[in-house]
């Protein structure tokens, strides 16, 4: 359920124009560090975000690129996720992605801003049909959405009328339309989708809506608000339940098998995360990929948990 924004008191003045879309950051400057060490202005805000939702540019030596910034002070407190931050929590998504060599998670950081303290995020430009970029809804007065200015595409989700998915598409399950009618709601089977689908298993993702898919150029997906993470209790809720119960692909077993050891003890990674999460956020993460290697198949809802979140976009 949608809440008003929680700006921290300051004023916002947004500008009568937004700069253009990220260019193509210098081999010599990671994308990574330019969101850590950059200037960060504020342009303007996402308008129906449950917490405050900045949309900023960030400069740094002579490269920029177009950003969301999440101030810590602007979140809405969770009564299920009392330990850490949602920052916290989309930074640790991001390393565990990043992790996988998948790359589904935008690079994402943990900074002090203009606001204190968040996560700040590059900003992803959508691509609509045709390979142009969409539109994405940023003006002066903020952008819609929840980050990108579009949901995913319709390559990626869809309702369809009957009772099977057809080919290229996987059931989720059925969707109320209006005037008493349903209609099956089903997702691509899609590599991207599938791996995300593990992630967001392996995080324990509590909120993956269609609205956080985002297609860009190149083929590339990624997927955006993982502030409810990482919980030691099962919290997942997702679409992407088509291939649930099925077997993992070997390369995914593989990945999370290299997983796995990078969540030892005195890894590297696991150092990473002990900076954003829980020690029993951590070895329930642990267990859960354990768990996936050892059914070697994709989960299946629990009914302990509603399983779609709501809205589902």
């Known amino acids: 359920m949608s809440a008003p924004e929680r700006i921290p008191p300051r004023s916002l003045t947004p500008p009568t124009r937004l700069p253009p879309p990220a260019k193509e950051v210098s081999r010599l400057v990671s994308p990574a560090e330019l969101l850590a060490l950059g200037e960060l202005t504020v342009r303007g805000r996402v308008r129906e975000a449950s917490n405050a939702v900045l949309y900023c540019t960030v400069e740094y030596e002579g490269h920029s690129a177009p950003c969301v910034y999440k101030p810590v002070a602007g979140e809405r407190p969770l009564w299920d996720f009392p330990d850490g931050t949602l920052a916290q929590r989309e930074v640790a998504a991001y390393e565990v992605s990043e992790a996988t060599g998948w790359g589904l998670v935008p690079p994402t950081v ?56 057809g080919p290229g598409w996987k059931a989720v399950g059925y969707a109320e339309v209006g005037e008493g009618r349903t209609a099956l709601l089903v997702h691509a089977d899609d590599v991207r989708l599938r791996r995300l689908a593990v992630l967001d298993a ?55 098998a290299r997983l796995a050891d990078q969540l030892a003890d005195g890894g590297p990674l696991c150092a990473r995360l002990a900076e954003l999460i829980t020690e029993a956020e951590i070895e329930a993460l642990r267990a859960r990929v354990a768990a996936l290697l050892r059914t070697g198949k994709h989960p299946e809802p629990s009914g302990q948990w509603p399983a779609i979140p709501w809205p589902p976009v």
């Open 110 to 165: 943990l900074r002090d801003g203009p606001y204190g303290q968040g996560m700040c995020q590059l900003w992803i430009e959508v691509e609509a049909a045709g390979g142009e970029a969409a539109g994405g809804g940023v003006d002066g007065d903020g952008a819609d959405g929840d980050g990108s200015g579009q949901a995913g595409g319709p390559e990626l989700l869809a309702l369809v009328e009957g009772d099977e998915p």
């Open 202 to 256: 392996v995080i324990n993702n509590g909120d993956r809506k269609g609205g956080h898919l985002l297609p860009a150029a190149g083929g590339r997906l990624y997927a955006i608000d993982h502030g409810v993470t990482f919980n030691a209790d099962d919290k997942l809720r997702t679409l992407l339940w088509g291939w649930a119960g099925e077997p993992l692909p070997k390369d995914v077993l593989e990945v999370l």
